[in-house]
């Protein structure tokens, strides 16, 4: 087996090796992510044909499905995260972790709002107390959690772990929001999409669909890596590596 | 010169166990105060809703139960205040005994403390909102298994916060999606007491939860508090 990725990676989480990195992948995730979100933008609110049943107003699915796919994501890297830093206490991992956090919330939170929209024309109100609607509210509280623990600390670093250490008990609720439409019949209708076997959705429809996953991963992928270098930079203050670049940004 | 014996594991329980229970007992005007506070939050429902037996009777259980954990949540941020203060807790994360086991015991006396007056006085609450008789034995079971429920989670998030200068409304935050699973559980068996079906099954799976959080969550909590407590 190739032995240069094990250690690829482990250079890739020191410090300034990943914000190095992440400072040159960043602005081509941020572009790609702008370009493929207005394909799927035109793909989704120009190409695609009215649903027979909803009309237009299906066409929030193209915001709606791809954040709440997101708010589950993120959370999954969330915990990841947290967890690979609890354990070998790898200090990007916090940062990772903790950057995640107000990103997934965001997501979380666009989740609720479109969907609230999206059910105030379908079902006639905005908020019914069915269970993916609940326990996505759920998970904006677990997110929000997360974030006011780790703010309440002085110490930053402390404060990651312990909010890592909540991340990971409110895991149990990622797997609950993702079958709660099989398991509980309520109002909110079933997934449509299906990773393996064929998808109940028309193909003019998915492709709009998935490019819009792509751009909103993205996004997620620039928009991480953005504030995982400043929380960096900020956490790594002292060290010679920053106070380098400070020096040749300050001069250029 | 004889050499220092080191205390058996039950003695050292019993040691914490006593302690906590001898401090709640000499500040009982503190234990009182969830008790106080149920009474009033409970007494308040029927002013704010009208004084109809049908309506009341019908929202008396779920009142009654999120009255009792509102109340427990008062009192939740105090449960390791003072040792942290006083530094005793620290001494228990240097002693020799499984810092896990002595959380353990803390949670149980707080739950001692805290919720069982708030389960006494649970049938006058209930009473005061006209839930029917034959569901009041089944409102007792349903708050003996969610009050330790609830005390063990919030124990792992009080054990979280230690570290930090304030907590109330954090705490609050974070014990909102832990305890939803729990309400959910104990309202649908009073749901289904009332209505004359089998309420067993929710019942069980406060059980179940409750079995799963005796074990887990001391664990959770001493590491908890090694975490946020490390500096």
């Given amino acids: 087996m190739a032995n240069w990725i094990p250690l690829w990676l482990h250079k890739l989480s020191s410090p300034p090796a990943f914000y190095r990195f992440a400072g040159a992948l960043r602005p081509w995730a941020i572009t790609l992510a702008l370009l493929l979100g207005l394909v799927a933008l035109y793909g989704g609110l120009v190409l695609a044909p009215p649903d027979y049943q909803q009309g237009d107003d299906y066409r929030i699915i193209f915001i709606h499905v791809p954040c709440a796919w997101m708010s589950l994501f993120i959370y999954g890297v969330m915990g990841v995260a947290a967890f690979i830093a609890l354990v070998w206490r790898i200090k990007l991992a916090e940062v990772v972790a903790m950057a995640s956090a107000p990103i997934g919330?965001?997501?979380?939170?666009?989740?609720?709002?479109?969907?609230?929209?999206?059910?105030?024309?379908?079902?006639?109100?905005?908020?019914?107390?069915?269970?993916?609607?609940?326990?996505?509210?759920?998970?904006?509280?677990?997110?929000l959690g997360v974030i006011g623990l780790y703010h309440s600390f002085e110490d930053r670093r402390q404060g990651a772990r312990?909010?890592?250490?909540?991340?990971?008990?409110?895991?149990?609720?990622?797997?609950?929001?993702?079958?709660?439409?099989?398991?509980?019949?309520?109002?909110?209708?079933?997934?449509?999409?299906?990773?393996?076997?064929?998808?109940?959705?028309?193909?003019?429809?998915?492709?709009?669909?998935?490019?819009?996953?792509?751009?909103?991963?993205?996004?997620?992928?620039?928009?991480?890596?953005?504030?995982?270098?400043?929380?960096?930079l900020a956490l790594e203050s002292g060290k010679d590596w920053v106070r380098q670049i400070a020096e040749t940004e300050g001069r250029a | 010169m004889h050499e220092l014996r080191r205390p058996s594991l039950g003695h050292a329980c019993m040691a914490v166990l006593r302690r906590d229970l001898t401090l709640a007992w000499r500040q009982r005007g503190d234990m009182l105060l969830p008790v106080l506070y149920a009474l009033i939050v409970t007494s308040?429902?029927?002013?704010?809703?009208?004084?109809?037996?049908?309506l009341l009777r019908r929202i008396a259980?779920?009142?009654?139960?999120?009255?009792?954990?509102?109340?427990?949540?008062?009192?939740?941020?105090?449960?390791?205040?003072?040792?942290?203060?006083?530094?005793s807790l620290e001494q228990?994360?240097?002693?020799?005994?499984?810092?896990?086991?002595?959380?353990?015991?803390?949670?149980?006396?707080?739950?001692?403390?805290?919720?069982?007056?708030?389960?006494?006085?649970?049938?006058?609450?209930?009473?005061?909102?006209?839930?029917?008789?034959?569901?009041?034995?089944?409102?007792?079971?349903?708050?003996?298994?969610?009050?330790?429920?609830?005390?063990?989670?919030?124990?792992?998030?009080?054990?979280?916060t230690a570290g930090t200068r304030r907590s109330g409304?954090?705490?609050?935050?974070?014990?909102?999606?832990?305890?939803?699973?729990?309400?959910?559980?104990?309202?649908?068996?009073?749901?289904?007491?009332?209505?004359?079906?089998?309420?067993?099954?929710?019942?069980?799976?406060?059980?179940?939860?409750?079995?799963?959080?005796?074990?887990?969550?001391?664990?959770a909590c001493a590491a908890a508090l090694r975490i946020a407590l490390d500096s």
């Fill in chain 1, 105 to 143: 919330a965001c997501f979380t939170f666009i989740t609720l709002v479109t969907g609230s929209l999206w059910g105030e024309r379908m079902w006639g109100t905005w908020w019914t107390w069915d269970a993916r609607l609940t326990s996505e509210l759920v998970l904006l509280f677990l997110y």
């Fill in chain 2, 92 to 160: 228990l994360m240097l002693a020799p005994q499984p810092l896990a086991v002595m959380m353990g015991m803390k949670i149980l006396a707080h739950w001692l403390a805290t919720a069982v007056p708030l389960i006494v006085i649970a049938p006058l609450l209930a009473g005061m909102l006209h839930l029917p008789a034959p569901v009041i034995p089944v409102l007792l079971l349903a708050l003996l298994l969610a009050t330790p429920l609830l005390s063990l989670f919030g124990g792992v998030l009080v054990a979280l």
């Fill in chain 2, 44 to 54: 308040l429902f029927p002013f704010a809703l009208g004084p109809e037996d049908a």
């Fill in chain 2, 61 to 87: 259980g779920g009142a009654v139960l999120v009255t009792v954990l509102l109340a427990m949540l008062l009192a939740l941020d105090a449960m390791f205040r003072s040792d942290i203060e006083d530094g």
């Fill in chain 1, 162 to 232: 312990t909010a890592a250490f909540l991340a990971l008990i409110g895991i149990v609720n990622v797997p609950i929001v993702h079958f709660s439409v099989n398991w509980w019949n309520t109002l909110h209708q079933g997934s449509t999409i299906r990773l393996l076997g064929p998808s109940s959705i028309a193909p003019s429809m998915i492709w709009p669909l998935l490019t819009m996953m792509a751009a909103t991963k993205l996004y997620y992928v620039a928009s991480l890596f953005g504030r995982t270098r400043t929380d960096l």
């Fill in chain 2, 169 to 219: 409304m954090l705490l609050a935050l974070m014990l909102l999606p832990l305890c939803v699973p729990v309400v959910i559980f104990a309202a649908g068996a009073l749901a289904a007491a009332q209505e004359g079906l089998p309420w067993i099954a929710p019942i069980a799976w406060l059980g179940a939860a409750l079995v799963m959080a005796v074990v887990l969550a001391p664990l």
